[in-house]
């Protein structure tokens, strides 16, 4: 036992007051210099850009509004940094002090006589960070703390994205719906003038018939449509955490497609690094992962704790001394949890390499779409003129007896097609540039938007007794 002491103390005054564990070095990787198609200026200040407004539709900004202070998802998130602040104010001096007050009153005593035995004691400790376990385990927290602030930020982006998603898709099923009912409108304006050509023999049984099935074809769609554009309000209410009626009967009004005006840089890859709340999330997590090595090495060392109890009472007493721990039989345990946290770092590692090689992916393709469905706009626009042009040609035709039924009723098909074809495409061309946004990291920090609750200090301050928690608690009440 001697020796293992003085080999315990040899090591200590060896080792001093040393932090074992690796120190944090934020990692860096290798970018190209720019995304493929696009352009080769810096993306500044985009965390505080609001790109929603860029859709000029007034009611979608006010449901961004409405939903920011409160989505579930959201409150969620800020909710966890005021967990991971409470876990903060444990690590430090608080984590490294222990003690108690404990009283006690009894009735002894037998047959002759009872007495009353009081006792009083007071007893504290303090556990020397020699090897530097208990500043790992707050950097770590700091690290968790920051994580859970910037979550914030990944959750707020994803709520823009569902929210324009569903706003978009809306507007896209009520266009839609609204072409349907064009398209029926034509093909009853086609079967009243077969049914008036049948009423001098000019039309055949046969194109009567083929006039109501397509009248028929052309009404089957639009039910669905209606609960597609229904269920996607339903989903905006539940974002903003509202009924669905108002909402609902709101909408149903009515309001042209939502197409965004301009088109945004997208920066350089490397301003992802700086604009993209999840790369950050998942850099803090590398950071935590690497504070965790330090302590489960610390873990290894011996401790050394100082003690004393005071007693006052029946009988008097007092003890004051070192206690010092060497792990012995455990080191086993230690060195596979020492493993673990080095595992786990290099996996945090590898998963900050791995988000940051999908953000520059999911620019560019965000970023190719966005071009080619512009493109496609350009043509289904040209190509829906004109067929209208032709679909009022061929029936003003058909009723001078120059063309058929069937030419009628495939200009009819094509010029639907085109226009529902049109509608998807603005649908797309607008998804695809929100896209863009979300993904090099747009609008998530914006001034208006942020609350107190997730811009919180960390709290630093020794408080072994937790005497500032009771103030601050009587203070607010």
């Not at 786990?344 to 390499?353: K, N, P, S, V, Y």
């Not at 289904?380 to 067929?387: I, N, V, Y």
């Not at 001078?400 to 094509?414: K, N, S, W």
């Not at 919180?456 to 601050?472: E, H, K, R, V, W």
Request: proline residues 4%; aromatic residues 6%; contains cysteine.
């Amino acid at each position: 036992m001697i020796r293992i002491l003085m080999s315990t103390g040899s090591a200590i005054a060896l080792v001093g007051c040393s932090i074992v564990g690796p120190d944090y070095e934020q990692p860096t990787m290798n970018l190209a210099p720019e995304f493929v198609l696009g352009g080769s200026n810096a993306l500044t200040d985009a965390i505080t850009d609001q790109w929603w407004q860029r859709f000029n539709d007034p009611l979608l900004d006010e449901l961004v509004v409405r939903g920011a202070a409160q989505n579930l998802d959201v409150r969620s998130a800020i909710e966890r940094i005021s967990a991971a602040n409470a876990v903060l104010s444990q690590t430090g001096l608080n984590s490294q002090t222990n003690g108690a007050l404990s009283s006690s009153v009894q009735l002894q005593g037998g047959d002759a006589a009872t007495e009353t035995a009081t006792n009083l004691a007071i007893n504290a400790g303090y556990v020397f960070d020699l090897f530097g376990g208990y500043s790992r385990g707050q950097e770590r927290s700091i690290a968790n703390l920051e994580a859970a602030q910037l979550d914030v930020g990944t959750i707020r982006l994803a709520y823009l994205a569902d929210l324009t998603n569903s706003y978009v898709q809306a507007r896209y099923y009520q266009e839609a719906a609204a072409i349907t009912r064009q398209t029926i409108a034509s093909r009853r304006q086609t079967l009243a003038l077969v049914n008036e050509r049948r009423a001098v023999k000019d039309a055949t049984e046969l194109e009567v018939q083929q006039a109501r099935s397509l009248l028929a074809s052309a009404q089957a769609p639009l039910p669905i449509l209606i609960a597609n554009f229904e269920i996607n309000v339903f989903h905006i209410a539940t974002l903003l955490a509202e009924p669905a009626a108002p909402l609902l009967e709101q909408m149903q009004s009515g309001a042209p497609q939502p197409r965004p005006s301009g088109f945004t840089t997208v920066g350089l890859p490397a301003d992802l690094l700086r604009n993209r709340p999840d790369l950050r999330v998942a850099e803090r997590n590398f950071a935590a992962a690497t504070a965790q090595i330090g302590v489960a090495e610390a873990q290894l060392y011996p401790s050394i704790e100082l003690s004393g109890t005071l007693g006052t009472g029946t009988v008097d007493r007092w003890s004051f001394g070192p206690f010092v721990s060497v792990p012995v039989l455990n080191r086993g345990i230690l060195r596979g949890r020492q493993r673990a946290a080095e595992s786990a770092a290099r996996g945090a590692e590898l998963a900050w390499r791995n988000g940051v090689l999908n953000a520059v992916e999911e620019v560019q393709v965000a970023l190719t779409l966005c071009l080619n469905w512009d493109r496609q706009i350009q043509h289904l626009e040209r190509a829906a003129a004109a067929s209208r042009t032709v679909l009022n040609l061929s029936r003003e035709s058909y009723v001078l007896g120059e063309a058929t039924l069937t030419d009628v009723l495939d200009a009819e098909r094509i010029n639907a097609s085109n226009y529902l074809g049109l509608a998807d495409a603005r649908r797309n061309y607008s998804l695809s540039w929100m896209q863009v946004q979300v993904a090099t990291g747009r609008g998530w920090n914006v001034a208006s938007m942020t609350s107190a609750g997730e811009i919180q200090a960390p709290d630093l301050t020794p408080d072994p007794m937790g005497t500032s928690g009771t103030i601050l608690a009587t203070a607010s009440n």
